[in-house]
Antibody
Framework: QVQLQESGPGLVKPSETLSLTCTVSGGSINSYYWGWIRQPPGKGLEWIGYVYYTGDTNYSPSLKSRVTISVDTSKNQFSLKLTSVTAADTAVYFC???????????WGQGTLVTVSS | QSVLTQPPSVSAAPGQKVTISCSGSSSNIGSNYVSWYQQLPGTAPKLLIHDNDKRPSGIPDRFSGSKSATSATLGITGLQTGDEADYYCGTWDTSLSVLLFGGGTKLTVL
């Protein structure tokens, strides 16, 4: 059974960079896409982007200018960086596996990131 | 305002059946597969349906999915109090090049 676990700071200051890592266990990161989704408090799900194990990426147009998703196959991890954060980026951030065609079958438990000074 | 439209809430009694709709357009639901997710309070979403109507291993057959033209439907039969959750549809939008989620539907089992 594939398991995912997000890790990273729970508090980020405005204008700084949000950085999260997702560690995959119970299976190889190879041969799949891996994505990030976020959920502001009390609101719905928003897709951020995904990375293929080869490093190819696809980002949401609304976040593309601020997002970088990368993969480290040697560590079975992939990462999210979101620059120039504001309070609007406060959310629970989930990592998930994305098969093809695109849906998300295995999810991390999520991590709350608060943007505040 | 989500591109995929779901009713904000639905309710039904235990043992009854409920359906949740997800309305889109030709560039998303009309030309791509739909998935459905259940999110219990305080937990991560859980995949219920993928590829319009396929259930992952471990999902009971009380949950079903269907698609017609630019709309999709999640059906839940034999409702249980444990089914109270938020439900989201999802699909790719070919025109926007974005993976979309519906706004979510809160299911109350009365």
């Amino acid at each position: 059974q594939v398991q995912l676990q997000e890790s990273g700071p729970g508090l980020v200051k405005p204008s700084e960079t949000l950085s999260l890592t997702c560690t995959v266990s119970g299976g190889s990161i190879n041969s799949y896409y891996w994505g990030w989704i976020r959920q502001p408090p009390g609101k719905g799900l928003e897709w951020i982007g995904y990375v293929y194990y080869t490093g190819d990426t696809n980002y949401s147009p609304s976040l593309k200018s601020r997002v970088t998703i990368s993969v480290d196959t040697s560590k079975n991890q992939f990462s999210l960086k979101l620059t120039s954060v504001t309070a609007a980026d406060t959310a629970v951030y989930f990592c998930a596996r994305r098969p093809n065609p695109p849906y998300f079958d295995f999810w991390g438990q999520g991590t709350l990131v608060t943007v505040s000074s | 305002q989500s591109v995929l439209t779901q009713p904000p809430s639905v309710s039904a009694a235990p043992g009854q059946k409920v359906t949740i709709s997800c309305s889109g357009s030709s560039s998303n639901i009309g030309s791509n597969y739909v998935s459905w997710y259940q999110q219990l309070p305080g937990t991560a979403p859980k995949l219920l349906i993928h590829d319009n109507d396929k259930r992952p291993s471990g999902i009971p057959d009380r949950f079903s999915g269907s698609k017609s033209a630019t709309s999709a439907t999640l059906g839940i039969t034999g409702l249980q109090t444990g089914d109270e959750a938020d439900y989201y549809c999802g699909t790719w939008d070919t025109s926007l090049s974005v993976l979309l989620f519906g706004g979510g539907t809160k299911l109350t089992v009365l």
